[in-house]
């Protein structure tokens, strides 16, 4: 062979490999455009019947347009009557206690936090390609002087702005916000809208167009103390009505939610965007309870029972309504599901899968264990949902009467067990004051092994922080 043959050879190679190369460059890059972006937006105290789409007094027409466009559940669950809680579950698919998460979490008192050996829904987006942002309270643990806590960014966030609890001193002007790491000091405005303003700000400011994301977006409203513009209050009732004002916050959200929903669709189809709605934990108002029993920090229907939307236009059909027992400890499993990504091995998830039934196909879903919670100083202090059924029971231990959490409790917790179990039948006494268990003891004996068996399992798992 000539030395021209043995260069046209060589230049042959090279090129051939330089366009191998951009093509494998270009493909991957399209297979993670065909990845859809995920976005889910929780409120805080939110009850049951605030939104106009669950026929609550508040106007919500972004929310109520949402749930149009793909499945609004009237039958959906928070992972806990209270706050922190609720978020571990959400992130994790598990049962709070199993992340270490037993109540509401006070930093400056208590060694708890979300633990990092949890592997999050962040987590598990990131090492599937996804940028990844958290926005919004937080509540699950960040570092003091005294604890070196770990942050949203250890948690599998590229980026975060956070609080480590609610805004203060109230929505309006809040300023507690960190961001990755820093206090950002005073802030202008209302929180959802700030919320909403950074969220928009981060979408624009990502480098890389064709990366999918996905935006972790925990609003503040209408957990107290709270605060709204005088001219949204206005439309609800006197400018210092409580009620009012309340109101108020969830119509402020509305319409932040609004901007980011406007922000979106002008960077992506809908289509290609897979949006999840929730609340952490029922209302601390009894009037927005929906008529059901409890409220906030308790383990009735009331405290528990949360508005909850899908919405994938093109993957999840419009103008869906389901009342199958779901709940935020599905969200992670069912992002997995929908995506088609493999959820954590070697851990229990206590969530399902709800794919299925959000597309359309029902009949091919099944609850691998009913919904379960606890939470120590409520009373009840268990409930489980297993189909049309809800059992719930008081401990056969006493705790202090101190109403935040105290870890010196957590070996009482572990080993307690229950007594005077209760048994209803939501799907004809939603109210919860009919109890079935002496009339329905076969029933009562099934549900009740159950539970014990989930409460076993749990416990097992669960961290002892008074040991640290």
């Excluded at 027409?61 to 706050?83: E, I, N």
């Excluded at 998460?101 to 400056?108: H, L």
């Amino acid at each position: 062979m000539t030395v021209s043959s043995k260069s046209n050879s060589l230049l042959i190679s090279l090129l051939s490999f330089v366009i191998a190369f951009s093509f494998s460059d270009v493909t991957s890059a399209k297979e993670l455009r065909k990845k859809p972006n995920v976005v889910v937006l929780l409120a805080d105290d939110l009850g049951y019947q605030d939104l106009s789409c669950y026929d609550g007094p508040v106007n919500t027409p972004t929310l109520d347009k949402l749930a149009a466009s793909g499945m609004r559940m009237t039958q959906f669950y928070s992972g806990c009557a209270v706050c922190s809680p609720s978020r571990a579950t959400l992130l994790t698919g598990r049962h709070h206690i199993r992340t270490g998460v037993y109540s509401w979490i006070n930093d400056a008192s208590q060694n708890s936090h979300l633990l990092e050996r949890e592997n999050t829904l962040a987590e598990i987006l990131k090492s599937n390609g996804y940028a990844t942002a958290h926005i919004g309270k937080w509540h699950l643990g960040l570092p003091t002087e005294k604890r070196d806590k770990p942050t949203p960014g250890d948690h599998g966030f590229d980026y975060w702005l956070a609080t480590a609890n609610n805004a203060s001193p109230s929505h309006k002007n809040p300023d507690n916000f960190i961001r990755t790491g820093e206090p950002v000091g005073k802030t202008e405005g209302y929180s959802c809208q700030l919320l909403v303003d950074e969220a928009i700000s981060w979408l624009d400011s990502r480098t890389n167009a064709d990366q999918p994301f996905f935006l972790n977006l925990w609003f503040h409203e209408p957990h107290a103390p709270i605060a709204a513009p005088d001219e949204i209050v206005s439309d609800y009732g006197k400018l210092n009505d409580k009620a009012a004002i309340y109101s108020g916050t969830i119509d402020n959200t509305d319409r932040a939610i609004a901007r980011l929903l406007a922000k979106l669709k002008e960077i992506e189809a809908p289509e290609n965007t897979l949006i999840v709605y929730a609340s952490d934990n029922g209302s601390y108002r009894d009037d927005r309870t929906g008529g059901l029993k409890g409220k906030k920090g308790q383990n009735w229907e009331g405290g528990i029972r949360v508005p909850g939307i899908f919405s994938w236009p093109g993957k999840i059909p419009a103008d869906q309504a389901s009342d199958e027992p779901a709940g935020v400890v599905d969200i992670l499993p069912t992002i997995c599901g929908l995506l088609k990504i493999d959820p954590p091995a070697h851990r229990h998830l206590d969530g399902s899968n709800l794919a299925p039934l959000l597309t359309g196909n029902a009949d091919q879903f099944e609850r691998h264990q009913p919904l379960f919670w606890h939470l120590q100083k409520a009373r009840p202090i268990v409930a489980m949902r297993s189909g049309q059924y809800s059992l719930v029971a008081d401990p056969d231990y006493e705790l202090s009467t101190s109403n935040m959490f105290e870890e010196t409790w957590i070996p009482k917790i572990k080993a307690g067990t229950y007594t005077n179990f209760r048994l209803y039948d939501l799907a004809k006494d939603p109210q919860q004051t009919n109890d079935l268990s002496a009339s329905k003891p076969e029933v009562l004996t099934k549900l009740k092994a159950q539970l014990l068996d989930i409460n076993t399992s749990i416990m097992q798992d669960a961290h002892d922080w008074h040991l640290e």
